[in-house]
């Protein structure tokens, strides 16, 4: 008993275990398996790779993008409802039809303070702050449509009117005169419905019910202005 007791002293001076003791006789064996698979999914990169466009050509680039600017024209000549022009919409053709329809209504002038430069600037302008306004219109009504989504759609639906700047440009070089209005008005008015009939089919499904008459309004506005400008050209 005497031995086995312990002293005060003796408990003070005995040297701690350490804290890890014992880790280093524990050994992990190898034949324990590895629960799980580890699989690298080959096709799915195989497919990413010949999805991207890095290693394509700039000619099949380019006409990779002329054919969906194409298949976008021929979707507002024949208006219907899709949705092609809002899942795979693009700036290409917006752009295309605005510099065409600026170029077509400047007026020639050799007064070089009549250059026909301020025309270009005003309708560019007219055209992309026209939509952009719509476009907030849309949105500010609860439209669930995206920004550029809205402009593709808008900028795409000048078509119509810019194939009526080029028949009006076409009978103003016959004589002026009550026929040759009459002729260029029915082509504005023919146009200007196509565009109007052609933008309400896209964005249709896009605008709460209750404020369908509140989205289509803007967009009539929009369309009016061009047709007016183009209604009252008169080359110089």
């Known amino acids: ?41 080959m096709r799915s990169h195989i497919q990413e790779f010949d999805s991207s466009t890095l290693n394509e050509s700039v000619q099949n680039t380019i006409m990779r993008d002329l054919k969906a600017v194409g298949k976008k024209f021929m979707h507002v000549l024949y208006p219907r409802k899709s949705n092609t022009l809002l899942r795979d919409w693009d700036l290409w053709g917006p752009l295309i039809l605005c510099v065409t329809l600026a170029l077509m209504l400047q007026r020639g002038s050799a007064d070089s303070e009549k250059d026909g430069g301020p025309q270009f600037a005003e309708v560019f302008v007219i055209v992309w702050f026209g939509a952009v306004t719509i476009t907030l219109n849309t949105k500010l009504l609860g439209g669930n449509i995206s920004f550029f989504q809205s402009l593709c759609v808008l900028g795409y639906c000048i078509l119509p009117l810019t194939v009526a700047m080029l028949i009006c440009r076409l009978v103003l070089l016959a004589k002026p005169g009550p026929v040759n209005f009459v002729v260029r008005f029915f082509v504005v008015i023919v146009m200007f419905a196509w565009s109007i009939v052609a933008s309400t089919a896209f964005l249709a499904d896009s605008q709460p019910p209750n404020r369908k008459a509140l989205a289509v309004y803007p967009v009539f506005l929009f369309y009016f202005v061009i047709s007016w400008m183009i209604l009252t050209f008169t080359p110089q």
């Open 1 to 41: 008993m005497a031995e086995a007791a312990e002293s005060p002293g003796d408990r003070g001076t005995a040297s701690p275990r350490p804290l890890f003791a014992g880790l280093s006789d524990v050994s992990i064996s190898q034949d324990i398996p590895v629960e799980g698979e580890i699989t690298i999914p």
